[in-house]
């Protein structure tokens, strides 16, 4: 099984601020890498799949990078909405589909 | 517009069972792969079950094989999940997701709350 890894835990920042969001794997996922946005009692929405490409409706500051093991999701300028709990997710070697633990980007 | 509509949930017994139902339109159901996510009270997400466009292949996570059966009826564009024997660790809510490209999530419905208690 792939263990996914975020870091960090919480994430305090304030609106206007970059934020730089962590995950690594187990081992190679290669570009198998999803990103999932969560706002308290919503369920979560697609952001990134395949490392780096944005899903529909997503706007462009949001930005995946990374192949192998490590990979980012970049948010270049922090809007109000951003404040949520992010989570990355594996589909190279599964069952079983596994997300990370989540990084909660909260406000300052 | 993609919708799904999960129900079925509720307050259960150890033990018990129950049955998921996850309600699709918006797409052609029959042509995609469908999945079950849960995601306990406080804590994070975790894959459940998987089920290939039309039914014929079937995925489960361990901590439910044996205990979980997904299925889907496409004239009903409507996903299942039959659950037997819960466990309190079951307790969670259950998203039922529509995938694209195999493993992604792309559609998520609102939820349905299962508790296993006594």
């Known amino acids: 099984e792939i263990v996914l890894t975020q870091s960090p835990a919480t994430l305090s920042l304030s609106p206007g601020e970059r934020a730089t969001l962590s995950c690594r794997a187990s081992q190679s996922v290669s570009s198998y890498l999803a990103w999932y946005q969560q706002k308290p009692g919503q369920a979560p929405r697609l952001l990134i799949y395949?490392?780096?490409s944005r899903a529909t409706g997503i706007p462009a500051r949001f930005s995946g990078s990374g192949s192998g093991t490590d990979f980012t999701l970049t948010i270049s300028s922090l809007e109000p909405e951003d404040f949520a709990v992010y989570y990355c997710q594996q589909r190279s070697d599964w069952p079983p589909l596994t997300f990370g633990g989540g990084t909660k980007v909260e406000i300052k | 517009e993609v919708q799904l509509l999960e129900s079925g949930g509720g307050l259960v017994q150890p033990g018990g069972s129950l049955r998921l139902s996850c309600a699709a339109s918006g797409f052609s159901f029959s042509t995609y792969v469908m999945s079950w996510v849960r995601q306990a009270p406080g804590k994070g997400l975790e894959w459940v079950s998987t089920?290939?466009?039309?039914?014929?292949?079937?995925y489960y996570a361990d901590s439910v094989k044996g205990r979980f059966t997904i299925s889907s009826d496409n004239s009903k564009n409507t996903l299942y999940l039959q659950m037997i024997n819960l466990r309190a660790e079951d307790t969670a809510v259950y998203y039922c997701t529509k995938d694209d490209y195999g493993g992604i999530f792309g559609y998520w419905g609102q939820g349905s709350l299962v508790t296993v208690s006594s």
């Open positions: 089920i290939s466009g039309r039914g014929a292949t079937t």
């Open positions: 395949d490392a780096s």
